[in-house]
């Protein structure tokens, strides 16, 4: 991993939703920042886990930097090429080597198409002409993701939500691309149907060598997958590191919380550990809290963290936080100093 | 003063079916369990395993123009099922209480949080509209609630789901029921809110006595909150257990793959061992055991009796049943093998 150049590299991205007065004039009174500048590489091959509640700019960033979403501001770079100033008809032939795959099984497939044209649909579009014509191609990759390859001429409506999943797997690696975002790829799925498609991405994976950008809300699914693992919150990039590192030593009072707060299903040992509670809700994307945007939730907070905003700065190899007082011991230091748990919401 | 420990709720052979276009869909079939004063069962299942249709049924909230119900349900020594509906919605809202998992759509949109919760203590008690206001001040402060007397006055899209769920558990709880169902109360939350809610639910527990039933798919929350487990697959209870005998002896293969499937976020985890193909069709069901066709150890059981015989649910241990045809040394085995329930 460490030779080879990333196949993505973003650099202070932004993308910022305008709000608009009502009425006629629409004047332009403010603007949702629901990324606000964030920078990550993604090395080939590799799983980079994006990880936040809802509303943090998670799925907005996974689109933007596919350029599915115009960003507001910064730089992408796909395997060496600006992507960013091309045009978007440049872009096309691009499109191929970096794929999505969405949630919603439901709404992300034509009802109206069978799905061996939902398949054979990147083929068509990109002019490719695969060994053996389209539909050997699309009953091969039906086979790869396991589905019964005589199913072709059938409608997502005949499918669950699983297979549907599959079908959506299908579809994003039947180009061969070098990088898939796949936004909240089971979180719409039974957890016994999860497995099986967190299986089946890593196999894809192992096989073609693909890099992943999974962006996700549950913590044990992206510690699963991922390599590398980013902390988003309100917009920006709070945590990242390498995985091991960032689920045992995190040093971000947010990440902390977010750990914390995963229940175990293992009963003697949920109920031993100590929690940390956050107070409060996600403040508003359109009016985030001045200096650290996590300050309005955090036990640390001092005055410097309402004054000035900390930069994701690297703490040691590969290991970067945006906090004036990082967190240091790994888990169980917090434990100690944080809020009791119990149920204080009164503050916020 | 009621004892603890007492049965609150006993369930005795439910069986719920609907009539469909396509046929008639065994949503739960023969299921049968008890919660007592003061302890928390959790349902666990995954989608169509009839985990909330089962609750839905114990609430006298299915209609019965579509609806097959039979079976015997019987709240603190009181008949529900074929009860008089008038008896039964006397009990609804005041004794037994139900919090659902999305607050945007079981709280009404054009109603004032204020009015909500005050509608819900003057329908099961005659007092003015000022002491029920006050009522209703105390309980969104208990739930955590800032700022109570402007959010009296606010309604439900003005406050975020945290907070709607919040104002849920304050309405289910206004009238101090002694049964609360939760159906996947914090399935919609965010896990730093689903946190807050969780240990909400614990404190007011501890204070109020209240039993509740938890409907989840999560088995982290259930190992947060649960005295006993009930697991459901295809409409049919297939092991009940209290909570450690569930995590650490599991008798059933299903809740072995169940247990298997989920990625952990406290270990690192190698490869997951999903349960292989779909849950079953309501419609058409196995005509053994409704886990066989996806069961991997069926073929150690003799005379193909997974697929033609159900089997019933037997007592493993105290107070544990299991509904499998493995012989508990064969099961022993399994679970030794595949290092089934260890604590990690």
């Not at chain 1, 009072?253 to 809700?281: K, N």
């Not at chain 2, 697959?233 to 809740?255: C, D, K, L, N």
Request: aromatic share 6%; charged share 20%.
């Amino acid at each position: 991993m460490s030779e080879s150049t990333p196949i993505l590299r973003v650099r202070d991205l932004q993308k910022y939703f305008p709000i608009n007065s009502r009425g006629l004039s629409r004047r332009h009174i403010g603007d949702v920042k629901a990324v606000d500048g964030i920078s990550l590489e993604v090395m080939p091959g590799e799983t980079l886990g994006l990880v936040g509640e809802s509303g943090c700019g998670k799925s907005t960033a996974g689109r933007a930097m596919l350029r599915l979403l115009e960003p507001t501001g910064g730089e992408i770079e796909f395997a060496g090429q600006d992507i960013m100033r091309m045009k978007k008809r440049d872009l096309v032939p691009l499109r191929r080597e970096m794929q999505m795959i969405f949630q919603d099984p439901y709404s992300s497939l034509n009802p109206r198409q069978t799905i061996g044209a939902i398949i054979g649909a990147p083929f068509d579009i990109q002019g490719v002409k695969p060994e053996g014509g389209v539909q050997k191609a699309v009953q091969d990759l039906m086979e790869r993701v396991g589905l019964n390859p005589e199913h072709f001429n059938r409608y997502p409506s005949e499918f669950s939500g699983g297979q549907r999943q599959r079908i959506g797997i299908a579809r994003a690696i039947a180009l061969k691309p070098k990088l898939i975002v796949c936004d909240e790829p089971v979180s719409a799925l039974d957890v016994s149907i999860q497995a099986q498609v967190l299986n089946l991405l890593e196999d894809i994976q192992d096989e073609f060598g693909i890099a992943y950008v999974f962006v996700a809300h549950d913590l044990s699914v992206v510690r699963h997958i991922s390599d590398r693992v980013a902390v988003m919150y309100l917009g920006k990039i709070m945590e990242s590191a390498p995985r091991e590192l960032l689920y045992t030593a995190p040093v971000h009072p947010y990440t902390h919380a977010l750990l914390s707060a995963v229940p175990i299903a293992d009963p003697d040992r949920e109920r031993a550990r100590e929690r940390v509670i956050l107070m409060g809700d996600l403040p508003s994307p359109s009016n985030p809290p001045t200096g650290c945007v996590f300050n309005t939730r955090c036990w640390k907070a001092q005055d410097r963290c309402f004054s000035e905003a900390p930069v994701l700065r690297e703490l040691s190899a590969g290991h970067k936080a945006a906090c004036h007082f990082p967190e240091t011991g790994g888990l169980n230091a917090v434990a100690v100093n944080a809020p009791a748990t119990g149920s204080d919401f009164s503050a916020n | 003063m009621t004892q603890k420990n007492e049965v609150l709720l006993s369930v005795r052979n439910l069986s719920v079916s609907f009539t469909t276009e396509d046929g008639e869909v065994n949503a739960v079939s023969n299921v049968s369990y008890e919660v007592r004063r003061g302890q928390t069962l959790a349902i666990v299942g995954e989608s169509g395993s009839g985990k909330s249709v089962s609750s839905l049924a114990v609430m006298g909230l299915l209609s019965g123009n579509t609806s097959h119900i039979s079976g015997e349900v019987e709240f603190d020594g009181q008949q529900l099922i074929g009860a008089d509906p008038e008896d039964v919605r006397k009990l609804r809202g005041n004794r037994i209480a139900m919090i659902f998992q999305d607050p945007l759509s079981a709280l009404h949109p054009y109603y004032k949080i204020g009015d909500q919760l005050i509608e819900a203590v003057q329908i099961h008690n005659k007092i003015s509209d000022s002491d029920a206001r006050k009522r209703a001040a105390e309980m969104l402060d208990r739930v955590g609630i800032p700022a109570v007397e402007q959010r009296l006055d606010e309604y439900p899209h003005q406050l975020s789901g945290g907070m709607r769920q919040r104002v849920m558990i304050a309405m289910a709880l206004i009238n101090d029921p002694e049964l609360l169902i939760a159906d996947e109360p914090t399935t919609a939350l965010d896990v730093t809110v689903q946190a807050q809610i969780l240990d909400l639910l614990r404190d007011l527990q501890k204070e109020f006595g209240t039993a509740i039933v938890l409907i989840t798919h999560d088995l982290g929350v259930v190992a947060d909150l649960a005295d006993d487990v009930m697991v459901m697959y295809g409409g049919s209870a297939v092991e009940q257990a209290p909570v450690r005998e569930i995590f650490y002896q599991p008798q059933m293969p299903y809740t072995w793959g169940l247990l298997a499937s989920i990625p952990q976020v406290h270990v690192n985890s190698t490869r997951l061992d999903p349960i292989p193909g779909n849950p079953p069709s309501l419609i058409n069901m196995p005509a053994g055991c409704v886990f066989a066709p996806r069961c991997t150890y069926k073929d150690q059981v003799p005379n193909n009796l997974c697929e033609t015989t159900k089997p019933d649910l037997e007592g493993t241990s105290e107070g544990h049943f299991a509904r499998c045809h493995l012989s508990s040394t064969q099961r022993d085995a399994i679970r030794v093998a595949n290092n089934i329930g260890r604590s990690s």
